[in-house]
């Protein structure tokens, strides 16, 4: 079993056992909107469906299409064109960041390194993510379609032939990352975000 979908099975038992309702408020999803979208994520993961043969670009169900589709809707219900901007901002910058800290790490992963360097990329793209999105929203989504981006920079390498590479869009390690740097991502702004606003004395804005 993955991280990303062992990660998925304990955000499920938590949603369950109603230990993220103001997250899910925050995103517009219901308890049971959330476990379904958990599960489709889950199932979708083991199809692809092949876009283009060469170079070859495949698309995978549950770590490309059902995060692209949530994310389209909750950004469709942010309270403002600022906040939308800032997030579709936040998405690509997290994507160059991802892209900058692959090549900072592209001599390792051969089987010698203590931590594959595709959790330190979710990890840092779930930290970057945070940082320019701020709000639960925002954070989410730059997190998971901030590996979408990067994934996609991988292609247009492959594409313009500087690269001999598959891509995979949502599928293989890509999808472990997305989902540890989406839920890294949220935490971050739903548990540092509140302390900072406590120790500033301040009352934070549950509103997103």
């Known amino acids: 079993m993955s991280v990303g979908i062992l990660l998925l099975i304990i955000t499920g038992l938590l949603i369950y056992f109603g230990a ?11 308890d049971s909107a959330a476990l379904l979208i958990i599960a489709l994520l889950i199932i979708g993961s083991f199809f692809e469906v092949t876009i283009l043969r060469d170079p070859l670009l495949t698309i995978n169900a549950g770590g490309a299409v059902v995060p692209i589709i949530l994310s389209i809707y909750i950004l469709s219900r942010a309270d403002s064109a600022g906040e939308r901007l800032r997030t579709i901002a936040a998405v690509f910058l997290t994507a160059m960041f991802i892209y900058a800290v692959s090549i900072l790490f592209s001599n390792f992963g051969h089987g010698r390194d203590i931590l594959d360097p595709m959790y330190i990329y979710a990890i840092s793209g779930g930290i970057i993510a945070y940082l320019l999105g701020r709000s639960r929203r925002a954070s989410f989504i730059a997190g998971t379609m901030g590996f979408l981006v990067f994934n996609l920079f991988t292609f247009f390498k492959a594409l313009a032939g500087t690269i001999n ?31 900072l606003e406590r120790l500033r004395g301040g009352h934070r804005d549950d509103s997103k």
């Open 20 to 30: 993220a309702q103001r997250v899910l408020d925050k995103l517009y999803l219901t």
């Open 165 to 195: 590479a598959q891509t995979r869009l949502g599928g293989g390690g890509i999808f472990d990352s997305m989902v540890i740097s989406g839920i890294f991502a949220v935490l971050l702004a739903e548990l540092l975000g509140e302390s």
